[in-house]
T-cell receptor, first 109, second 117 residues
Framework: DAKTTQPPSMDCAEGRAANLPCNHS???????VYWYRQIHSQGPQYIIH???NNETNEMASLIITEDRKSSTLILPHATLRDTAVYYC??????????FGTGTSLTVIP | EAQVTQNPRYLITVTGKKLTVTCSQN?????MSWYRQDPGLGLRQIYY???????DKGDVPEGYKVSRKEKRNFPLILESPSPNQTSLYFC????????????????FGAGSRLTVL
């Protein structure tokens, strides 16, 4: 019973928008969706989170569907430094966070 | 600087030799958690703690112990390490942010790479 489902890998041309999808069809009404990224084997880094409305910060935008069963992280102008594994995360069972295996994004020069 | 500090960063040990990986945060966070990361399996939660003296099992607690005697520290204890505990370990902490009390942004440590021979 997967909590989140993401494509294992994606490529994106440098300077173009990277759109990373995530399915979280079992999400409950009061759970947030969080996005993190991990560069090499460093500690995961927070990017953005949302509940119902679309969100934007200096790093990315988050689009959440109306039924909240899926979301898309958008990196508007991908750079080589955005090459990383991106995790879509939901909180389950109170205070556990389900990470899944993420999407490995490669930004191509 | 707000951070989560793990030690040691790298450790090679032998089967059965007790070890402790320390984790300390300077952000006064109530919530702390340990994860292990293995190839192809993503991050899996080992234990978490809601506050001092309050701990609970995650998805893969077997072979591990934790304690939370102080708010800032959350050590991970391997009483009798085995080779299947060879992994990359991360500690994380959080407190609710903003006016949405249900949101928890995790701050991660740099990781501890453990090899058990």
């Amino acid at each position: 019973d997967a909590k989140t489902t993401q494509p294992p890998s994606m490529d994106c041309a440098e300077g173009r928008a990277a759109n990373l999808p995530c399915n979280h069809s079992t999400i409950s009404g009061n759970e947030y969706v969080y996005w993190y990224r991990q560069i090499h084997s460093q500690g995961p880094q927070y990017i953005i989170h949302g509940l119902k409305n679309n969100e934007t910060n200096e790093m990315a935008s988050l689009i959440i569907t109306e039924d909240r069963k899926s979301s898309t992280l958008i990196l508007p102008h991908a750079t080589l430094r955005d090459t990383a594994v991106y995790y879509c995360i939901v909180r389950v069972g109170g205070n556990q966070f389900y990470f899944g295996t993420g999407t490995s994004l490669t930004v191509i020069p | 600087e707000a951070q989560v500090t793990q030690n040691p960063r790298y450790l090679i040990t032998v089967t059965g030799k007790k070890l402790t990986v320390t984790c300390s945060q300077n952000m006064n966070h109530e919530y702390m958690s340990w994860y292990r990361q293995d190839p192809g399996l993503g991050l899996r939660q080992i234990y978490y703690s809601m506050n001092v003296e309050v701990t609970d099992k995650g998805d893969v607690p077997e072979g591990y112990k934790v304690s939370r005697k102080e708010k800032r520290n959350f050590p991970l204890i391997l009483e009798s390490p085995s080779p299947n505990q060879t992994s990359l370990y991360f500690c994380a902490s959080s407190s609710p942010i903003g006016i949405f009390s249900g949101a928890n942004v995790l701050t991660f440590g740099a990781g501890s790479r453990l090899t058990v021979l």
